[in-house]
């Protein structure tokens, strides 16, 4: 008899994105940086929103779930307090997550696990043919309502640790910034938030346009992302004058979700035993009380 000494459980998938997608350069990036970070594919898991860019965790060996549309946020914090040891990556687009999403973002904001999250914004909903999203301008599509800014939601949270935002036309910023958010979260210092300006070339080419509008402040003499009323002030006047900010726009200290919530007593559920030897015990105490 011959033993199998090797089981292939899992190929990763060729993007699906269409050629000129700005997602390309965001996966790129991501796996770049896991690369040159040493974060093993046993250590890692992708989750993803629905979405053209939520397909992004199929394309990469690691563990994966796509989570229901708007979701992917409460998944992810829950799979970093069941093993804190994970590096968790929650990865979505514009519509997933500040749509129906937008609910969970405000409190992952306000509760500031561990986690990153990578934001491919394109102003509209590519995957179902370029309907305007949250982040749509007026004027697109006849949408009447101006876009939302999440960088300026981020920072309206005193708990908020890490915000970014990258353009997928710049890569080599790009790449800092997914270095920086990803040191973030194994550091344990809480939530990195990373949104990436990500043209979609079917529905919506901004690339051209995003190029002119982007504002590096990393490169900006005297601006001091530990200072959120800088921030605020710089991003409120660069939006005013139909600039985007781009750059490490934002970095400060609160403890972490994780820090305040597991018991240090304990391990957390994922590292636990589960085999029935240490709880035997405690089933016959349960069954004995139903017993009489």
């Not at 992917?72 to 799979?79: D, E, N, R, S």
């Not at 394109?122 to 999203?133: D, F, I, P, R, V």
């Not at 708990?159 to 990258?166: D, K």
């Not at 726009?249 to 035993?273: D, R, W, Y």
Request: aromatic content about 8%; overall charge neutral; hydrophobic content about 35%.
């Amino acid at each position: 008899m011959t033993m199998q000494t090797h089981i292939k459980t899992f190929t990763p998938a060729r993007p699906i994105w269409c050629a000129g997608c700005g997602d390309f350069a965001v996966q790129g990036v991501l796996e770049k940086s896991l690369h040159k970070m040493g974060i093993p594919p046993h250590k890692l898991m992708l989750l993803a929103g629905i979405g053209c860019s939520g397909t992004i965790q199929n394309n990469l060996p690691c563990y994966g779930y796509h989570a229901l549309h708007g979701r992917v946020l409460p998944a992810a914090i829950g799979a970093k307090l069941a093993n804190p040891d994970l590096t968790v990556i929650a990865a979505g687009g514009d519509g997933d997550g500040y749509a129906i999403g937008a609910g969970h973002l405000v409190h992952t904001f306000k509760s500031n696990p561990s986690i990153m999250y990578v934001v491919m914004n394109n102003c509209n909903y590519g995957l179902t043919k370029g309907q305007a999203s949250p982040t749509s301008p007026i004027g697109y599509h006849d949408n009447p309502e101006s876009g939302m800014d999440s960088i300026l939601l981020g920072l309206s949270f005193p708990s908020a640790t890490f915000i970014a935002r990258g353009f997928s036309g710049n890569p080599e910023q790009l790449e800092r910034l997914m270095e920086a958010a990803l040191d973030h979260t194994e550091s344990r210092k809480g939530f990195a938030f990373l949104e990436v300006l990500s043209p979609c070339v079917t529905y919506y080419d901004t690339h051209r346009e995003w190029r002119a509008r982007v504002y590096n402040v990393d490169e900006e003499e005297g601006y001091d992302p530990a200072d959120r009323s800088m921030a605020f002030q710089r991003c409120l006047k660069l939006r005013d004058e139909g600039r985007i900010p781009i750059g490490r726009i934002f970095k400060g200290v609160h403890p972490s979700l994780e820090s305040l919530t597991l018991n240090k007593a304990e391990l957390p559920p994922a590292q636990q035993k589960v085999g029935h030897e240490g709880h035997r015990e405690q089933y016959d105490k349960f069954i004995n009380s139903y017993m009489g």
